[in-house]
């Protein structure tokens, strides 16, 4: 399956922006998805999870409260709902999907889309 991610942008602090990660070559439905994310200099942070059937979801203790992620593999698309957007936000966003057990952790996923900027701004 080839991943694409995309609704990166711009956005001063406390908005809200929704990235979209649409599948192609592949059904989305088999597979467990995140979202990860790579601010300069920093390393890759698991961000946000969710389940091959949206049934359970995970977040990293940065994101939870603000953050959701969620799915529809009718469209094979999965979304991150982003609020109340920090500085610290910023980053490269990239999805990513596995047929690992250990997605929960942010462990296994081998099949990733290009990445998509937000920056937040103060």
């Known amino acids: 399956v080839q991943l694409q991610a995309s609704g990166g942008g711009i956005m001063l602090a406390g908005g809200s922006l929704r990235l979209s990660c649409t599948a192609s070559?592949?059904?989305?439905?088999?597979?467990?998805m995140g979202w990860f994310r790579q601010a300069r200099g920093k390393e890759r942070e698991f961000v946000a999870g969710?389940?091959?059937?949206?049934?359970?979801?995970t977040y990293s203790d940065s994101v939870k409260g603000r953050f959701t992620i969620s799915r529809d593999n009718d469209k094979n698309t999965m979304y991150l709902e982003m609020n109340n957007l920090k500085p610290e936000d910023t980053a490269v966003y990239y999805c990513?999907?596995?047929?690992?057990?250990?997605?929960?952790?942010?462990?296994?996923?081998?099949?990733w889309g290009q990445g998509t900027q937000v920056t937040v701004s103060s």
């Open positions: 969710i389940s091959w059937s949206a049934v359970t979801d």
């Open positions: 070559r592949g059904s989305l439905g088999a597979f467990a």
């Open positions: 990513a999907a596995t047929t690992s057990g250990d997605w929960y952790r942010g462990l296994g996923f081998n099949n």
